[in-house]
């Protein structure tokens, strides 16, 4: 999942605690990768509760991500979590 220069100053972790993409590799829109990264399984702000640890600072990209969708289900699957 990738994320803007927006997000970023919305939640400042994430500059801290994701991949910022090599300059070749970035856009006008984005600039950071929250995963896949090699030492996440998923994403770096999931907690222990499998609950967003920033969920009211989140990325516009999760904000648009509808929960309990298609998407959202297959998503949950692949970690091994139930559907909403």
Known sequence: MLVSIKDASREPRI??????LPGWQQTGQWRYMLHPLPFHEGCCFLRHDKLCG???????????????????????????????
């Open 15 to 20: 500059t801290s605690e994701t991949l910022e």
């Open 54 to 84: 920033v969920y009211d600072t989140r990325p516009d990209t999760c904000r648009t991500f509808q929960a309990g969708s298609e998407e959202c289900a297959e998503a949950r699957s692949r970690v091994g979590l139930a559907p909403l």
